[in-house]
């Protein structure tokens, strides 16, 4: 009985160093595979990387890890020069194959998504508009709102109105509705489905268009990255996509 219960113990104690072992090798590879990441996709930050499945070990000695998560913050984009924030960056990486130092890591499916809020894009959308929640209907349409005086939104026109004896006209408050899509992979395009009805001044309304109608292009964010959809929400828009031999690092 004695020996059995040595045994259990020896058992025990070994278990809990394999364990503690695990997770330091753990800890110390996501470090690893953040730093190479951030080196080989040039980032301005070093990502958040988590290794998942237990144990990590056998994962490694297979050179393939079941799970990883990679997350980044503090991504830029531009509109028309204006910077934009995204959020937070996100993939989720399976069946990545690796070798013995992680100088390569290429997942065989990887899953990617990405949010700015209503607030930053606000900041990159032109001269006094604010671009804010449309409601559950117009967002399955994939359509946001746009609002703000008239005055103001015609002064980011490149080609500025006469706007004299115009008056109470041009202080009103305009509101359309912009549908989003994404072109090319990194290009938001916002494209007004409505503008205004009741403006008497001929081309003014060209104009409108001209300001409201732009590009928001996503720059600064991983390669392996490959967006395909934007969708909007109440919390902003979210771009998705996903991927097969993405390359992480190498």
Do not use: H, W
């Not at 104009?207 to 109440?234: E, M, N, S, W």
């Amino acid at each position: 009985m004695r020996a059995l219960r040595i045994s259990l113990i020896t058992a025990v104690v070994l278990g809990g160093l394999f364990v503690a072992a695990d997770r330091v090798a753990v800890n110390y590879a996501e470090s690893k595979v953040a730093d190479k990441v951030r080196s080989s996709q040039g980032l301005s930050r070093t990502p958040d990387v988590s290794i998942n499945g237990f144990p990590f070990l056998t994962q490694v000695a297979g050179k393939q890890l079941d799970d990883v998560d990679v997350s980044l913050k503090g991504v830029s984009a531009t509109a028309d020069g204006r910077p934009v924030n995204i959020t937070e960056v996100k993939a989720e990486l399976a069946d990545v194959k690796i070798d013995s130092n992680f100088s390569s890591a290429v997942a065989g499916t990887a899953d990617g998504s990405g949010r700015v809020t209503y607030e930053d894009l606000s900041r990159a959308a032109p001269q006094g508009a604010t671009v804010a929640y449309a409601g559950p209907e117009r967002a399955q349409r994939g359509q946001v709102k746009v609002t703000g005086p008239l005055m103001d939104l015609l002064k980011g026109s490149d080609k500025r109105p006469a706007t004299g004896g115009l008056g109470d006209l041009l202080n009103q408050e305009v509101t359309v509705y912009s549908s989003v899509e994404l072109v090319d992979g990194k290009t938001v395009r916002l494209t007004a489905e409505t503008l205004p009805g009741g403006i008497p001044v001929p081309g003014l309304d060209g104009l409108l268009r001209d300001v409201l109608d732009y590009d928001l292009t996503l720059d600064g964010l991983p390669t392996p990255l490959k967006l395909d959809r934007v969708t909007a929400t109440d919390k902003g828009l979210k771009f998705s996509g996903t991927g097969k031999n993405v390359s992480l690092v190498g």
